[in-house]
């Protein structure tokens, strides 16, 4: 094992190198040496043959308080609307082509997605979600040696005729754009290995205590563009009976802005019913929260991971009325390797 775990250390330092530009591969695993004592090399390593099936689930805790200058006398009789939305997903990644010093090509099926959200005030139940077309849907993507997505094109394409299925069919009132949880598997599969391909010198490896930065995208049940800037830091490798485990632990506030990069599922002129169709200007007035994630590093996969935290924000009625609701979204959003 560790014998095969060296050469396989070997050809991935190759290939990150060789990511700089066109190297010789012999003399480049001549000069590269393995990382120091005392760092660890986080990346991913796919098999062929060997399927990795995932579950993802994203949910949501929604309250808007009309009046948040004023407090009710009396329990349970604020003006608070409350709402709940969850996604749950299972996805296969199958390696269809392994290259050590290059790309992976990962063939990725969406075997299963269900989209729950509580009822309208009304009562009214609310339409299928479009993440729901997910299921039984493909798509490839090429990945280097530490996760970073090369050619996405095709997830790109997913999330754009989701953003089309997340319309009403021949409105007469125009375009109407229904409540969905797009952004929520976006974030689940955009930035699938974000924890350890956004280490800036993945060859020189990360010690225990070592904290590097990124970014990852905020889904909302309104649309909005908004990132939250992410702290990691390898908190310690722990012994388990899969492999040894690094738990990258990781807190997030608000971004200043967002990468022009990232996906937008829908353009155009569009209004939503409901809630958010009556809001505008939202402000966001405060993100935080952390989360955790194991990686097996004998492995080189992730195990699971877990994100939570909490954003307020206040927006503008679409006729105001002299008060700005004030909005609270508990986020939680998790990871796991099923066996």
């Known amino acids: 094992m560790r014998t095969t775990l060296t050469f396989f250390m070997v050809l991935l330092l190759a290939a990150l ?3 700089n530009g066109a190297v010789d591969k012999d003399q480049t695993i001549q000069k590269i040496e393995p990382p120091k004592e005392g760092k660890e090399l986080l990346a991913v390593d796919f098999q062929p043959g060997q399927d990795l099936r995932y579950k ?7 309250s808007v308080n009309w009046e948040p200058q004023k407090r009710s006398s009396r329990p349970g009789q604020d003006a608070v609307d409350k709402y709940s939305e969850v996604m749950e997903m299972v996805v296969l990644y199958s390696p269809v082509e392994v290259d050590p010093y290059g790309l992976t090509t990962i063939k990725a ?7 729950t959200r509580s009822k309208r005030p009304s009562g009214r139940a609310m339409p299928r979600d479009a993440v729901e077309h997910l299921k039984g849907k493909t798509f490839t993507i090429k990945v280097d040696a530490v996760g970073n997505m090369k ?31 797009i952004g929520d598997f976006i974030v689940s599969q955009w930035f699938l290995w974000d924890s350890i391909s956004s280490i800036e010198k993945p060859a020189d490896g990360v010690s225990v205590g070592d904290s590097w930065n990124s970014q ?3 889904p909302t049940p309104m649309v909005m563009r908004k990132a939250r800037d992410v702290t990691y830091t390898l908190d310690e490798i722990r012994e388990s009976e899969q492999g040894r485990l690094a738990v990258i632990k990781s807190t997030y506030t608000l ?3 967002v990468p022009a990069g990232w996906p937008i599922p829908y353009t155009g002129s569009f209004r939503m019913p409901g809630t958010f169709g009556f809001l505008r200007g939202y402000n966001v007035l405060d993100l935080k929260g952390q989360g955790q994630e ?10 699971q991971y877990n994100q939570q935290y909490r954003i307020q924000m206040d927006a503008v009625l679409l006729a105001p009325i002299g008060t ?16």
């Not at 095709?154 to 229904?178: C, D, H, T, V, Y």
């Not at 700005?324 to 066996?339: E, G, R, V």
């Open 17 to 19: 190198a060789g990511c």
């Open 56 to 62: 993802f689930v994203s949910s949501k805790d929604i």
């Open 109 to 115: 099926t969406c075997e299963s997605v269900r989209a």
């Open 151 to 181: 050619d996405n094109s095709q997830l790109n394409e997913l999330i754009e005729l989701l953003g089309e299925k997340a319309f009403r069919a021949n409105s007469r009132m125009g375009r109407i754009k229904e409540q969905d949880m």
């Open 216 to 218: 990852l995208s905020v």
């Open 255 to 257: 971004a200043e802005s």
């Open 294 to 303: 194991l990686f097996n590093l004998d492995a080189g996969r992730i195990e």
């Open 324 to 339: 700005k609701p004030l909005i609270t979204i508990n986020q939680k959003i998790t990871m796991q390797l099923i066996k």
